[in-house]
């Protein structure tokens, strides 16, 4: 093999381990810590079975994962221990069942009310099976989380699935503690 053909190689490897952001799609430049552990209270919409369910969201598997049934729209709620200011979320798909559309929500500022959420930002995952890191910090949405939150909703609103399942590899979401 010439040395040109081992360059070219070389970049062809380089661009698939590290390729190009997608619009929409944010690297991160600070390490800010995680905020899920295989303890955190996890609500979702459905689950497809037992094989496939919400625990498997944090377990850190490549090899398990969460299925919704059909339908949309689907959701993952995550509840805190402690208020939190999330900065970046990373979702892992099954490409062919990735919610292409997906509203993430705070509580609304309503007092008394578990099922009252205002939407915090849309974001548009690529129908892939990589890691999609999004940026949960912008000027709009740093007021609303100035304070931290005790609870997150990502609502899958729209999936590249006909029947409209989404399957879930890993979810992560980094930010920080309030307090």
Not at 36 to 61: E, F, G, Q, W
Not at 81 to 97: A, D, K, M, N, Y
Not at 113 to 139: V, Y
Request: with cysteine.
């Amino acid at each position: 093999m010439c040395r040109s053909d081992l360059s070219a190689k070389s970049a062809l490897i380089d661009y698939h381990q590290n390729p190009p952001a997608s619009p929409g799609l944010v690297k991160s430049t600070t390490m800010s810590k995680s905020l899920l552990n295989p303890d955190t209270p996890i609500k979702v919409s459905s689950t497809l079975d037992k094989s496939v369910a919400k625990k498997h969201l944090v377990d850190n598997s490549p090899e398990t994962c969460w299925t919704s049934q059909q339908g949309l729209p689907q959701y993952v709620q995550l509840a805190f221990s402690e208020p939190v200011i999330p900065e970046t979320l990373h979702l892992t798909f099954q490409g062919g069942f990735v919610g292409t559309r997906c509203a993430v929500k705070v509580p609304a500022p309503t007092e008394g009310s578990d099922k009252s959420w205002q939407t915090l930002l849309l974001i548009f995952p690529g129908d892939i099976n990589s890691r999609q890191e999004f940026s949960l910090k912008t000027d709009s949405t740093a007021a609303v989380v100035a304070g931290g939150i005790d609870r997150l909703r990502l609502e899958f609103e729209e999936s590249s699935d006909f029947f409209g399942r989404i399957t879930l590899y890993d979810l992560k979401l980094y930010g920080e503690t309030v307090g």
